[in-house]
Nanobody, 115 residues
Framework: QVQPVESGGGLVQPGGSLRLSCAASGSIFSPNAMAWHRQAPGKQREWVAGISSGGSTNYADSVKGRFTISRDNALNTMYLQMNSLKPEDTAVYYC?????????WGKGTLVTVSS
């Protein structure tokens, strides 16, 4: 089974940057699609960005121009570079992996944007 593991979360000041990583370990079978979702305190979980097996990317309007999603297929790892962070970006960020028709979620990593 696929076991996504997020890392890189932490506390950052508004306007700062942070890079998240998601390592999809286990019996993953490429090609696959991967995405980042987030859930802010008291809010519904929302989709943030996605990347296809071919490398095509898409972003939520709220993060366009500030976040960049990428992947390293050799390492089965996905990244989310977050720049110009805002307090409203504070959330638990989750990695999603689609493999052989199944959806796998990581446990999440907390990003807190505060001065």
């Amino acid at each position: 089974q696929v076991q996504p593991v997020e890392s890189g979360g932490g506390l950052v000041q508004p306007g700062g940057s942070l890079r998240l990583s998601c390592a999809a370990s286990g019996s993953i079978f490429s090609p696959n699609a991967m995405a980042w979702h987030r859930q802010a305190p008291g809010k519904q979980r929302e989709w943030v960005a996605g990347i296809s097996s071919g490398g095509s990317t898409n972003y939520a309007d709220s993060v366009k121009g500030r976040f960049t999603i990428s992947r390293d297929n050799a390492l089965n790892t996905m990244y989310l570079q977050m720049n110009s962070l805002k307090p409203e970006d504070t959330a638990v960020y989750y990695c999603k992996v689609v493999d052989r028709g199944m959806v796998y979620w990581g446990k999440g990593t907390l990003v807190t944007v505060s001065s």
